[in-house]
């Protein structure tokens, strides 16, 4: 009986020895696969020029710099306005490579017109009250923008940031007077960093962007407007794999983080 129950012990022993080994040697195993497989986008050459949503002027400048270590070959220009000029301009022929704007409606004028390829949406927004430092005026929703006291400025609804700041104010039942509709929201943004005005509706990011010269006021989810950003590749680029290479580090890359970094909601 003693016997057997040793050598019941000796098996047992034998076959948890074995399957340690067996483990260390999946996991050596997995750890030299990974290692051989290191997740590096190919490395490409040549000029882009990037017509850009002027919200997304410190993100991509944060990504330029990352690409010059991960991308060296690539020399990245940019061209930053409002997204609804960036189209006219496509339109006109002026030559880009790449386009992002801060609305789907801007994009689909290109894609109807058969001047870009397939866009991809890389990043979501939503829209914040950008007041003063330290928002002396007390300013707490959307209906205060309505006030008499209140120097208030918007964007023109020719771009996005105008179009979805009239949103937000009909779905909170708000008519506004500005005192002027700026081109893009940095020139909204200005307009309060300045002093020349006590508030405006921007994007989230704009509001992070503007640090200490602003505060930011919530707006509520039901009175807010999602921002879809799509990129494409324009048609008539002659560097296609240099915009390839920076549309997917936007997409998929590093340009992710440094999206995320300033504020931008991952895309739905």
Known sequence: MRRSRTLSVLVLATVVVLAACSSDSTTAT????ASASPSTAPKVSGS???????SLTESFNDEQTTLKTEQPGLSITYSFSGSGA???QIQQGAPADVIATADTASMKKLTDAGLVEAPVTFANN???ILVAPGNPKEIKTLNDLARGDITFVTEDETVPAGKYS????SAA???TSPVSKETDVKSAVAKVTSGEADATIVYVTD???AGSKGTGVRIPDAQNVIAEYPIAIVKA???HDAAAAFIDAVVKGSGQTALYNRGFLPPT
């Not at 997995?30 to 696969?33: K, S």
């Not at 882009?48 to 002027?54: K, R």
């Not at 009239?166 to 104010?169: R, S, V």
């Open 30 to 33: 997995t750890a030299t696969t």
């Open 48 to 54: 882009v020029t990037v017509f850009a949503a002027a």
């Open 86 to 88: 960036l189209v006219t």
């Open 126 to 128: 939503q829209l914040e």
């Open 166 to 169: 009239a949103q937000a104010l």
């Open 173 to 175: 039942g708000v008519t």
């Open 207 to 209: 509001v992070t962007a």
């Open 237 to 239: 680029t002659e560097n």
